[in-house]
């Protein structure tokens, strides 16, 4: 189920305008910065793909919020155009300077990183792709090898094989 875009009525502000944005754009991009205290990498994710172009949601870490949040839009402008984003590809048109992975979200993890979508979808049942980046020598977070701190800024959300 997810809710009625135009159904607003009684709804807080904030709730009010994510749909409204939903409805305009198609998707909306949430950036989730750290709080004074926290630990752990900043991310961005989206939300409505799945509803209005029956694709999974995106969600990535780690990089400057701005920045995150520049590359969901670009991967929600793509699928809009009728692009696929599958897992275990690379694909080369993400990033500028490098390729990029994408990988199956355990829904088991939802619930610690993607508030706003359990909150429109209203339950679990939604597929999500996490967007990861390589280190400066091309391994992803999950290949031996790879930089400590790319591993440590990309949590691995997935079921490793």
Request: glycine share 10%.
């Given at each position: ?5 135009r159904?607003r ?8 305008n994510f749909?409204s ?9 949430t950036?989730?910065f750290?709080s ?5 990498p900043e991310?961005a ?13 995106i969600i990535?870490?780690g990089l400057?919020l701005?920045?995150?949040h520049?590359i969901v839009?670009?991967?929600g402008?793509a699928?809009?155009?009728?692009a ?5 590809n690379?694909?080369q048109e993400?990033f500028?300077r490098c390729?990029?992975q ?5 829904p ?10 359990i ?8 597929p999500?792709?996490?967007c990861?980046?390589p ?5 992803y977070p999950?290949?031996?090898?790879c930089?400590?701190?790319v591993v440590e800024?990309?949590?691995l959300l997935?079921?490793?094989?």
């Open positions: 189920m997810t809710r009625d875009l159904e009525d009684g709804l807080h502000s904030a709730d009010q749909l944005n939903v409805e305009a754009h198609g998707w909306v991009v950036k989730v750290r004074e205290g926290e630990t752990g991310f994710y989206s939300t409505g793909l799945f509803h209005g172009y029956q694709h999974a949601e990535i870490f400057d701005d920045i995150m520049k839009n670009n991967i402008d699928v809009k155009a009728g696929r984003f599958e897992p275990g690379e694909y993400i500028a390729g990029c994408f990988r199956v979200v355990e088991a993890n939802y619930k610690a990183y993607l508030g706003w979508a909150w429109f979808y209203e339950d679990y049942d939604f999500v792709l996490q990861f980046w280190d400066r020598e091309g391994r999950w290949d031996p090898g930089s400590p701190g800024m990309q949590p997935f079921k490793p094989s």
